[in-house]
């Protein structure tokens, strides 16, 4: 799991690294317009940013993100008590909120519910019947192991992890594929025809001129 935290208190972002990195890949930075460079550059699974750094806001840069259909789940830290950054950081987008100072051990324990709510452990329980093991790109289903591509398998665990909405196939195509590789919709039909194959059609269901939805 790779998490992008942007602080701009050094002491505070060293003990953040420090703590993090026992389980997770960390990417730091103190600016909002590298943080914005890296998460365009480079694909994480949760971000944390601080509100308040010296050239801008986090706020407004998950805002940004948003807009450019990242979902990326998001936790922002902030010394700020009043409620009205509260309500402008989940109108943003963002999950979860913690406030300045708080133990090591309440931002983990957030991290692990992020990581159940979205799907973001190694094995992810599709049904009763269906387990996904995101690191081997295979499916579980009773006695059966079925290997996945790894664009299949990107796309099955990004339709999980936006479960409660519909999902674009520009969408798709703009988060797993290059520009200059991008391909057709075709592609993302077959993936989608493949999956539907594998798991039951009542798990993704087509949104007739909007996307895929997964139920």
């Given amino acids: 799991m790779k998490i992008l935290l942007l602080e701009d208190d050094t002491a ?23 943080a914005l460079e890296l998460a365009e550059n480079e694909k994480f699974d949760l971000y944390i940013f601080d509100i308040n750094v010296p050239d801008g806001d986090g706020i407004s840069l998950l805002q940004e993100l948003r807009d450019f259909h990242d979902e990326t789940p998001a936790i922002f830290i902030t010394a700020f008590h009043d409620t009205k950054y509260l309500k402008s950081a989940f109108e943003s987008g963002a999950n979860d ?42 499916l579980k289903i009773a006695d059966k192991t079925i290997k996945l591509t790894h664009k299949e398998s990107d796309c099955l665990h990004y339709f999980y992890k936006n479960r409660h909405r519909v999902v674009s196939s520009d969408e798709l195509l703009q988060n797993f594929w290059e520009y200059e590789d991008m ?23 087509n949104i007739r001129g909007e996307g895929y939805k997964f139920e």
């Avoid at 505070?12 to 909002?32: G, K, P, R």
């Avoid at 075709?186 to 009542?202: F, S, Y």
């Fill in 12 to 34: 505070l972002a060293n003990i953040l690294v420090d703590f993090l990195q026992d389980e997770y890949e960390v990417v730091q930075t103190y600016s909002m317009k590298q």
């Fill in 97 to 138: 909120f913690i406030r300045k100072p708080f133990d090591l051990e309440e931002l983990a324990q957030r991290i692990e519910n992020i990581k159940r709510h979205f799907g973001l452990e190694s094995l992810v329980k599709l049904d009763d019947q269906i387990i996904f093991d995101t690191k081997t790109h295979t």
């Fill in 183 to 205: 391909p057709s919709d075709d592609a993302i039909r077959t993936i989608v025809k493949n999956l539907r194959k594998h798991i039951g059609k009542e798990h993704i269901v």
